[in-house]
Nanobody
């Protein structure tokens, strides 16, 4: 199971940190990620991390502004979001799966609203 938290309302240029607490076994090969879906938009991958090696991936829309990390001892994944823009407004989901883009386990969403 995945439990996401940390969403809220922030002004343009501000920062937020999302957390995702995982329960159960996590394999080194597991990909943990954050997806988002904004109003009227398609779902989008915003960050992925390999649990064991820590390799990360970001799309161009958030690269340099968002940072994904994990605490293996706490079994928690974080998404640090800086320089937020109104277009970052979305419901953010924590997910996990066998590989990037293949996510079988989903947490509940957490809403991030960026005001202009």
């Amino acid at each position: 199971q995945l439990q996401a938290s940390g969403g809220g309302l922030v002004q343009t240029g501000g920062s937020l940190r999302l957390s995702c607490a995982a329960s159960g076994r996590i394999f080194s090969s597991t990909s943990m990620a954050w997806l988002r879906q904004g109003p009227g938009k398609e779902r989008e991958l915003v960050a992925n991390i390999r649990w064991g090696a820590g390799n990360t991936y970001y799309p161009g829309s958030v690269k340099g502004r968002f940072t994904i990390s994990r605490d293996r001892g706490e079994k928690t994944v974080y998404l640090q979001m800086d320089s937020l823009k109104p277009e970052d407004t979305a419901v953010y989901y924590c997910v996990a799966g066998a590989s990037i883009g293949d996510y079988a386990v989903w947490g509940q969403g957490t809403l991030v609203t960026v005001s202009s």
